[in-house]
């Protein structure tokens, strides 16, 4: 089992915690918070898989794709009591989601042979997307909108992945590297209150 | 012509009459009905091929899926008066959909050689993503996120298609005999308020 | 460069400028507002090119598709002040980019051999499902079920182009009449308060 193959598993299993407990305010039940849930968790591969044209997507090839979106589902049911007291935790999945994400769509991208811009941006929307139809479907502004640095420090993260990689920097140390500096910048940025500048917010 | 192909148009008939009359209360004009008519229609099965990398989409390579859909917007705009008051045709125009649709989709996803739990997740797809898509667009909580039986009517379904079809049950009866549970199911949680508990529900 | 590649650029660009206007108002930040006007931009073409299964996408296959998408956001952003203030400007942008992508679209859709039922859908969709995106986004009912010429204005347009192109017209006269159409009919619509009767507006 590849490294890769590994986080993906790991970061669908957070994104599937974080799109369950999302709804849990909105009127809805079990199946909803798992469908959610599902969503959450293969909608930036989904979206990212289609756009580069590879098939069978990740979770139709693989079972335990699906298999990690079940176990989040029930982590999500079953400590839902405890998990969801903790706003921080929710946070901390999402971020662990979206860092490992950034990275792995940089990655497939670049093995498809798309140029740096695009596999920027397939990072950025692997990790947000999922995110994005999360939040759509709860009737939330979607976190990429609010004034928080999130895709931001996915951006962050694809480029440090793409210099690494041009300095040759192996696979695997670029994998975890990138990632964790994802996850620093935005629980640094939180943390410290820092935020980009709104739309016209200087005249 | 196919039992399949059949029930896909009528189904699609179905979808397209509970899309346009959705946003009958928004400020809305005819077109805006027959697009969102068009997008309930079309969302779920186009979803699925493009997830099973099935091309020509069903819409695109036959145009009677279309004039299905067109049929179906018609009957919207034309007996608009008498649809829209009985609020009960309209749950039935959307719970023959989702029934029909299920079974098509689990079907689809079997012949392209998925396995079992992605077949499930398919036909569930296939039958609500066009009413996520409807809901969406005209604002509403999707009704997938509500405390309903709707997606679980479609997962008793698609899990009986499979077990039936383990046992050699014929093709198209057991197409008609999946279908009816998914609808009955639906019906009668909807008769005698039967849900499923919300998230977090127990202590 | 073919005519069609530098209006699908004009277009982009236009379509990017609109998106990350669209945002200004949410509380939102510059990262933000790039990501609305990227989707905007991208988000019609992308899904045309699904459906109809072509790869890669064109802003994929083609850096200059992204640099449009970033020359219109930070148009957005260094003309801020004085774009926002002109609502009408903002109302040209969507204009101007719906009525090249509708075309784009037909002339896409024909040439992958679609008929041409599908190929006026696939001009609309082209056209309209980038701002549906970005309304959906920033939780705005989509302009396509407003009470306004909108997408019947693209759909005039795209009969328009199939019509000139049976009498064998030339294809860029072509894609600048039919295209002056859109806009033409759009822009006297809303100068002349022209709209559809809303569904079940009769008795």
Redesign the interface.
């Known amino acids: 089992m590849s490294t890769q193959y590994v986080l993906e598993l790991i970061g669908t299993y957070f994104f599937a915690i974080s799109g369950?407990?999302a709804?849990?305010d909105?009127?809805?039940?079990?199946?909803?918070?798992s469908?959610?849930g599902?969503l959450t968790a293969i909608g930036g591969g989904?979206l990212r898989d289609?756009?580069?044209?590879s098939?069978?997507?990740v979770?139709?090839g693989d079972?335990y794709v699906?298999y990690s979106v079940f176990a989040g589902v029930l982590t999500?049911?079953i400590f839902?009591?405890w998990v969801?007291k903790l706003k921080k935790t929710l946070f901390l999945f999402d971020t662990m989601g979206i860092s490992l994400f950034t990275v792995l769509g940089v990655e497939k991208a670049l093995y498809f042979g798309?140029?740096d811009?695009?596999a920027v941006?397939m990072g950025?929307f692997s990790a947000?997307m999922g995110g994005?139809i999360r939040d759509?479907?709860?009737?939330v502004?979607?976190v990429?909108?609010?004034?928080?640095i999130?895709?931001?420090a996915c951006?962050i993260g694809a480029i440090s992945y793409l210099i690494l990689n041009k300095f040759h920097v192996e696979r695997e140390l670029n994998l975890i590297i990138s990632a964790s500096l994802i996850a620093s910048v935005r629980v640094l940025a939180v943390r410290y209150k820092v935020?980009?500048?709104?739309?016209?917010s200087w005249?």
Request: no cysteine.
């Open positions: 369950a407990l709804v849990a909105v009127e809805n039940d079990l199946f909803g918070a469908f959610t599902f989904t289609l756009i580069l044209d098939h069978p997507l979770w139709i079972p699906l999500a049911i839902f009591k969801i798309a140029p811009e695009v941006i950025i947000v994005v759509t479907l709860s009737n502004t979607p990429i909108l609010r004034k928080e999130y895709a931001s951006m935020y980009l500048p709104a739309l016209g005249r």
